[in-house]
């Protein structure tokens, strides 16, 4: 089955500075790669998302970035402020419900 | 749209109860939803997936007896904890694909339990 790894778990930024969380997968099959944003006790949300037929995808300050060949994908903070500390998780699909998840990155932004 | 609800938020029970948690569709049909259970500071670990008048498909190392899942509806699905023990505790939460363009999760608010 599918397998992600998220890196790194911890990550800690300077109010204005860029965050990177990177994330690789093992089924070449994968076609479908979301991000999510968890805050402390709340639900995860998904924040961006990509396709396996697209490299980038970008919505303002947030950037996701996917590597067919190498079987990686990236997400990428620019301007980071303090709301979005948070647990991001990455997640890739092989098939319509059938999603796995990485295992987090704490982000944190200090002011 | 694609709006899940989960009831309750949080319970406290004893050992050796049982919990029921409810997991809703509010404005779509799902067929599946999935049921997961993070600990402190870990990520989501899928438990089982709940399919609409069907069993369930539990991943490996889940007791199916433990933890019973119901999906009687095209908009609930329910979640047993059967004679919860400390080691149970956890929040959960449900999620599902409401079957749109993408193939993108929603999830429900979670459940955090305890267990004294």
């Known amino acids: 089955g599918e397998n992600v790894e998220q890196h790194p778990s911890t990550l800690s930024v300077q109010e204005g500075d860029s965050a990177v969380i990177k994330c690789t997968y093992s089924?070449?099959?994968?076609?479908?790669f979301p991000w999510y944003k968890q805050e402390l006790g709340k639900r995860p949300q998904l924040i961006i998302d990509i396709r396996s037929n697209v490299g980038e995808k970008k919505d303002q300050r947030i950037a996701v970035t996917l590597n067919k060949t190498a079987k990686h994908f990236s997400l990428h903070i620019t301007e980071t402020q303090p709301e979005d500390s948070a647990v991001y998780f990455c997640?890739?699909?092989?098939?319509?419900?059938?999603?796995?998840f990485g295992a987090g990155t704490r982000l944190t932004v200090k002011p | 749209g694609a709006v899940v609800s989960q009831h309750p938020s949080w319970v406290i029970c004893k050992s050796g109860t049982s919990v029921k948690i409810e997991c809703r569709s509010l404005d779509f049909q799902a067929t599946t939803m999935f049921w997961y259970r993070q600990f402190p500071k870990q990520s989501l670990m899928l438990m089982a997936t709940s399919n609409e008048g069907s069993k369930a498909t539990y991943e490996q190392g889940v007791e199916k007896d433990k933890f019973l899942i119901n999906h009687a509806s095209l908009t609930l699905s329910t979640l047993t904890v059967t004679s919860a023990h400390p080691e149970d505790s956890s929040f959960y939460i449900c999620s599902s694909d409401p079957g749109l363009a993408t193939d993108t999760q929603y999830f429900g608010p979670g459940t955090r339990l305890t267990v004294l």
């Open positions: 997640a890739a699909s092989v098939a319509r419900n059938d999603m796995r």
């Open positions: 089924d070449s099959a994968s076609n479908y």
